[in-house]
């Protein structure tokens, strides 16, 4: 059986938790209390060494450590259906904007929430290593994040699905992002009517709820 350690709270892991729906991969999950500091603790890091989640344990017991990994793991193996492309076109498409999503949208979150949170003092960077909060590094998140929101809504112009004209990975890691937003203040407002569209028809995704 396929394990996914997981936390409800976060949002990387919710990134495989939806990617696991979408594809109807069976599995157990097992809850890691980022809010106690379980993935610091010794036995976590028997686990993954790496202090976070998700990681996924596959039947042979190879632990798959990230998204990129989970991702292309679980597409290669679950091929339908197709989430990052079929074409050498659209799998670099899909490829851009799930990075641009990642490096944009979900990096903006964590450095406006890591560098201010007073819970995450000197956790200002996930893993076993402790680093300092940078508070300069709060405010240019979010105006990083805003900016975020500005390009996904004029992204969705006319479209139903951020990368190509169906739905792929690239859809999943914006409505984490976006989501995730919400914990910093920063939500789709009347400013972004392709991207309230674009969430409002996602959100009919049974694995959007999770
Ligand atoms: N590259 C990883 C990032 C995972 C990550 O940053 N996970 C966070 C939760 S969203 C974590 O484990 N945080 C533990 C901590 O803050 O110590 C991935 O996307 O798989």
Known sequence: MITLYDCTTAPSPRRARILLAEKCVAHETVQVDLKSS????????????????????????????????????LEARYPEPRLLGSTPIEMAEIASWNWRIEFEGLMAVAEALRNSAPAMANRALPGPVDYQQIPELAQRGVSRLQQ?????????????????????????????????????????????????RWRESMARRPAMSL
Request: one cysteine or more; proline letters at 5%; aromatic letters at 8%.
């Open 148 to 196: 975020f929101f500005a390009t996904l809504n004029e992204r969705l112009t006319g479209r139903d699905f951020i990368a190509t004209d169906r739905f792929s990975i690239a859809d999943i890691t914006a409505v984490v992002a976006v989501d995730f937003a919400r914990i910093v203040k920063v939500k789709p407002s009347e400013q972004h009517p392709n991207l309230q």
């Open 38 to 73: 379980e993935q610091l603790s010794d036995a976590y890091r028997k686990v993954n060494p790496q202090c976070t989640v998700p990681a996924l344990r596959i039947e042979d017991g190879t632990l798959l450590t990230d998204n990129a990994a989970i991702t292309a793991y």
